[in-house]
């Protein structure tokens, strides 16, 4: 799997939401390989969108289309500022990758220099179950330097906030620490999914 995240400014939300639903209308049917994304608004207006491709030539093939290169060029021009992108081939899913059900999603950015450890601690999906319920599944996305873009789909807002009260056993929590040290955090409390 292939994911491609893209970052930025966007007051003019319900203009994008209709892009959005267009490109799924008209453009996700030619677009071979494409599996589907999670995209929504943080509080400070940043549009935040996970895409996902079955590689990253499909994800390129798809850009080179002429009818894409119309869409993007539109779509940009609805934002308040550059767009940044990140485009990551070493993808993890964990628990049920996410789910088109969740009530809430969080986008976590961060950077580590062992990407292994960070894998392992979501490989146990038992523990990570049975100590966050609220936690539906989620994908990891990791670039060549270490950084990392986790997308983790939960049942509600509320059911996370609470999940995030729980003490979690010293060794996860040892593993936490050093995975989200200087992460950043962006709350989408109303997602928008698509799928193929």
């Known amino acids: 799997m292939f994911i491609q995240m893209m970052q930025g400014p966007c007051t003019r939300q319900d203009e994008v939401d209709a892009m959005l639903d267009e490109w799924r209308r008209d453009l996700a049917p030619g677009a071979t390989g494409w599996l589907g994304g999670t995209y929504g608004f943080t509080d400070d207006d940043q549009l935040m969108a996970v895409v996902r491709f079955a590689s990253r030539d499909a994800a390129m093939a798809n850009s080179d289309r002429a009818e894409q290169s119309a869409w993007a060029e539109r779509f940009t021009a609805l934002m308040d500022g550059p767009l940044e992108f990140h485009d990551c081939d070493d993808v993890t899913l964990f628990l049920d990758g996410g789910s088109d ?92 999914f698509q799928s193929a």
């Open 101 to 192: 059900d969740a009530g809430f999603v969080q986008i976590i950015r961060g950077r580590v220099d062992d990407p292994s450890r960070l894998k392992a601690m979501l490989a146990d999906t038992t523990t990570l179950h049975e100590m966050r319920p609220d936690i539906l599944g989620g994908t990891l996305a990791v670039e060549p330097d270490g950084t990392f873009i986790e997308t983790v789909a939960f049942t509600s807002e509320e059911a996370a906030r609470q999940g995030e009260q729980v003490e979690p056993p010293a060794d996860v929590r040892r593993e936490l620490e050093y995975a989200l040290q200087g992460a950043t955090f962006h709350d989408l409390r109303h997602p928008h």
